[in-house]
């Protein structure tokens, strides 16, 4: 059984840019979390996705969103990039509904500079 | 309220010890704690997890102490192995609340030595 995967695993933007990236959960699992990791802040919960709708939001600036698909896949988008996004992006897939074991990818890992 | 407390940042154990972490939390709402492993250029994978209903959770070598009226949990490896070393990471989930947010600890950066 596949993991969760997620695209693309290294990338370097530049200031003021903006990057998508992707997660394709486990097969089955509805529930699509992304989290943010960096060496200051530790893992951040940015936003949560379960049957396309977001159902939870981190403490975020509004550049940060994201959105699922029908087929449980999901994308996070960072406009206008600043230095300080520089991080691993980590995305994590369940199943339906809490009280499930959390699945986390190797994230995507961003470069801002 | 919402945060979960870690240390120590870093540890360092001699092969055949045992490592010991710990986590506090606020938020009463928190119905279940796991703790996730995480090796360099990988994603945390779950380890082991307790519920507040349960004192203790073993599993191998792994252990969770769970005291509730203190708000505080801790995961004790015994028999610590060099390939043990890693990043540990608490966390903290309110699971009634029809959310899978994961609340984490800031890590503990383990090294076993041989």
């Known amino acids: 059984k596949a993991g969760v995967t997620q695209t693309p695993r290294y990338l370097i933007k530049t200031r003021g840019q903006q990057v998508t990236l992707s997660c394709s959960p486990i097969?089955?699992?509805?529930?699509v979390s992304w989290y943010q990791q960096t060496p200051g802040q530790g893992l951040q919960f940015l936003f949560e996705y379960f049957s396309e709708t977001q159902r939870n939001k981190g403490n975020f600036p509004g550049r940060f969103s994201g959105r699922q698909f029908s087929n449980s896949r999901s994308e996070m988008n960072v406009s206008t990039l600043e230095l300080g996004d520089s991080a691993l992006y980590l995305c994590a897939s369940s199943y339906t509904g809490a009280g499930n074991t959390i699945y986390f990818g190797e994230g995507s890992w961003l470069t801002v500079v | 309220q919402q945060q979960v407390k870690q240390s120590p940042q870093s540890l360092i154990v001699q092969k055949g010890g045992i490592s010991i972490i710990n986590c506090a939390y606020e938020n009463t709402a928190f119905d279940y704690f796991p703790w996730y492993q995480q090796f360099p250029g990988k994603g945390p994978a779950l380890l082991i997890a307790i519920r507040p209903d349960v004192s203790e959770k073993k599993e191998g070598r792994f252990t969770i102490s769970f005291n509730k009226s203190a708000k505080q949990f801790s995961l004790h490896i015994m028999d610590s192995q060099p390939g043990d070393s890693a990043t540990y990471f608490c966390a903290a989930q309110q699971q009634s609340g029809a959310t899978n947010k994961l609340i984490f600890g800031t890590g503990t950066l383990l090294a076993v030595q041989p």
């Open positions: 097969s089955g699992h509805r529930s």
